[in-house]
């Protein structure tokens, strides 16, 4: 068995409102998180809500990283997922952490694209 990808379900609490608002700050620490890991930043979109509040994606040549924020929750929702063996998407995950200045966190990992291969035969089981 084997996986195509890891994806990374990342919650952040207790964050200062004004770290989750800020649009260029947070498109910024999410660029930094997916080059602390190693991945190859494609393009990055963030979007503004009013009267607070952001959603943004970071295209990296191994998947995506995507942030939905709250700030008036001091709550962050993040989605890590990377493909190959290169980029390890905890690495991202403590970053932001960090950065946010998260009081508390929880995160999961799922295996995506999950299969058995016979490379010989060029066919995949278990769909």
């Given at each position: 068995?084997?996986?195509?990808?890891?994806?990374?379900?990342?919650?952040?609490?207790?964050?200062?409102?004004?770290?989750?608002?800020d649009?260029?700050?947070v498109?910024?620490?999410?660029v930094?998180a997916?080059?602390?890991?190693?991945?190859?930043?494609?393009?990055?979109?963030?979007?503004?809500?009013?009267p607070q509040?952001?959603?943004?994606v970071?295209v990296?040549?191994?998947?995506?990283?995507?942030?939905h924020?709250?700030?008036?929750?001091?709550?962050?929702?993040?989605?890590?997922?990377?493909?190959?063996?290169?980029?390890?998407?905890?690495?991202s995950?403590?970053?932001?952490?960090?950065?946010?200045?998260?009081?508390?966190?929880?995160?999961r990992?799922?295996?995506?694209?999950?299969?058995?291969?016979?490379?010989?035969?060029?066919?995949?089981?278990?769909?």
């Amino acid at each position: 068995m084997s996986a195509l990808g890891r994806h990374v379900l990342v919650e952040f609490y207790g964050c200062p409102d004004n770290v989750l608002d800020d649009v260029a700050d947070v498109k910024n620490n999410m660029v930094l998180a997916a080059k602390e890991a190693g991945a190859e930043v494609l393009e990055a979109v963030f979007h503004e809500f009013s009267p607070q509040g952001l959603s943004g994606v970071v295209v990296i040549s191994e998947s995506h990283l995507t942030i939905h924020t709250w700030p008036e929750l001091g709550y962050a929702a993040v989605d890590i997922f990377t493909c190959g063996e290169t980029v390890d998407p905890w690495v991202s995950c403590n970053y932001l952490k960090r950065r946010f200045s998260a009081e508390n966190m929880t995160a999961r990992e799922i295996k995506r694209g999950i299969f058995d291969y016979n490379v010989e035969h060029k066919t995949a089981a278990g769909y």
